[in-house]
């Protein structure tokens, strides 16, 4: 191996290092768990539709429109759109969301999932003066 090729491996291990060890030291504070108190406010065509609690137990969710139908389920202290028949189906893509101010938003049938908070407000980022 030359000198060249040694720097250039170098370069790149520092380099991915430098993205893998904040990953390993990240605090998961606000994600859902047991003693996490996060509900999932669902709205329909901007109104409050319901607030669910995440649970570890599995809990379904039926919205029925006359725009169409979504299926949500509860399950592992997150929340998923498991079916939904809109023609595009891109709601279905946003996977489990278990953080606050995660959102699955299914505009072909103006639903929005969002994470809060078990009060369903955020605290006070900052100050400005």
Same mark, same amino acid.
């Given at each position: 191996?030359?000198?060249?090729? #040694?720097?250039? #491996?170098?370069?790149?291990?520092?380099?991915?290092?430098?993205?893998?060890?904040?990953?390993?030291?990240?605090?998961? !504070?606000?994600?859902?768990?047991?003693?996490?108190?996060?509900? !999932?406010?669902?709205?329909?065509?901007?109104?409050?539709?319901? +607030?669910?609690?995440?649970?570890?137990? %599995?809990? +379904?969710?039926?919205?029925?429109?006359?725009?169409?139908?979504?299926?949500?389920?509860?399950?592992?202290?997150?929340?998923?759109?498991?079916?939904?028949?809109?023609?595009?189906?891109?709601?279905?893509?946003?996977? +489990?969301?278990?953080?606050?101010?995660? +959102?699955?938003?299914?505009?072909?049938?103006?639903?929005?999932? %969002?994470? !809060?908070? %078990?009060?369903? %407000?955020?605290?006070?980022?900052?100050?400005?003066?």
């Amino acid at each position: 191996m030359k000198r060249a090729d #040694v720097l250039l #491996v170098s370069i790149v291990l520092i380099a991915a290092l430098a993205f893998l060890v904040p990953r390993w030291f990240s605090n998961d !504070a606000d994600k859902a768990g047991p003693g996490k108190n996060l509900v !999932a406010n669902i709205t329909v065509d901007g109104k409050l539709y319901k +607030t669910v609690k995440l649970t570890k137990e %599995e809990q +379904t969710i039926d919205i029925r429109t006359e725009r169409g139908y979504n299926i949500l389920k509860v399950h592992d202290y997150g929340i998923e759109m498991y079916d939904a028949d809109c023609p595009d189906k891109v709601c279905l893509g946003f996977g +489990t969301i278990n953080r606050p101010k995660q +959102t699955i938003v299914c505009l072909p049938h103006r639903v929005l999932v %969002e994470v !809060a908070g %078990e009060s369903g %407000e955020d605290g006070i980022d900052a100050y400005v003066q």
